[in-house]
């Protein structure tokens, strides 16, 4: 049996995308890291920085992109398979808000048995606040 494209399935991925997004959006709006996840991606506060862990069964390493700018950790995955009678595809992508200052070159990323270990490494103390004298 063939395999069929439904604009139905192009509406539940649409949903999925959605609903982490949506489920991230307040965490990605704050300035902690504390331990706090969205089923697939984890990030945790080390001494030295923060370490985010990804899961990512069945994909391969090259098939895994990881980016950073303006704050922001960008996870995106895609794998393709295809045999005589159908195409299959994923996709997956995760954005983290990663606080305070990094020195992007010191970066560093595992990837083993079908999860991404990003360690990024924070200079300064991002937990430092100033107190304002309200007259």
Known sequence: MTDRYTPFEEFDRLFENM???MRGMPR???????????GNVRMDRTDEGVVVVADLPGFERDEID??????????EADNRVE???????RHVMEQVRVPGEVT?????????????????????????THHIQIE
Do not use: C, K, Q
């Open 83 to 89: 045999d005589e009678s159908s195409v299959r595809s």
């Open 28 to 38: 990605l709006a704050g300035d902690r890291a504390d331990g706090y996840g969205t």
């Open 66 to 75: 990881v980016r950073y700018a303006d704050g922001v950790l960008t996870i």
């Open 104 to 128: 992007i070159e010191d970066v560093s990323a595992a990837y083993r048995n079908g999860v991404l270990e990003i360690t990024i490494p924070m200079h300064g103390d991002d937990e430092d």
């Open 19 to 21: 609903y982490h997004t």
